[in-house]
């Protein structure tokens, strides 16, 4: 799994499912125990930065977590079965 395949899950999400997507990013606790970004560290990102952002503050393997709670939360469960497939 690379920061590669975060990035192309995310390039199929709509400019407001990519705003959904980071707010979530700013509640505290999406997946137990690990901290919520910051809004301001967020806010002019735009995909590929988030991708940095969330390995940066995750790891990747936290990230690829994190991704997968969020895809579930707004309801993107095809791009949850893609980022699955790409953890075989």
Same mark, same amino acid.
């Given at each position: 799994?690379? &920061? *590669?395949?975060? !990035?192309?899950? !995310?390039?199929? =999400?709509?400019?407001? +499912?990519? &705003?959904?997507? +980071?707010?979530?990013?700013? +509640?505290?606790?999406?997946?137990?125990?690990?901290?919520?970004? /910051?809004?301001? @560290? !967020? %806010?002019?990102?735009?995909?590929?930065? /988030?991708?940095?952002?969330?390995? *940066? /503050?995750?790891? !990747? %393997? @936290? #990230?690829? %977590?994190? /991704?997968?709670?969020?895809? *579930?939360?707004? &309801? @993107?469960?095809?791009? =949850? +079965? @893609?980022? #699955?497939?790409? =953890?075989?």
């Amino acid at each position: 799994m690379t &920061s *590669e395949v975060l !990035l192309n899950i !995310l390039d199929d =999400l709509n400019d407001d +499912q990519l &705003s959904t997507f +980071q707010w979530f990013l700013q +509640q505290p606790n999406n997946v137990q125990g690990l901290p919520a970004i /910051t809004k301001s @560290r !967020l %806010q002019t990102l735009d995909r590929c930065k /988030t991708v940095d952002v969330m390995v *940066e /503050t995750y790891g !990747l %393997q @936290r #990230a690829v %977590q994190v /991704t997968g709670v969020v895809l *579930e939360k707004i &309801s @993107r469960n095809d791009l =949850l +079965q @893609r980022l #699955a497939e790409n =953890l075989l």
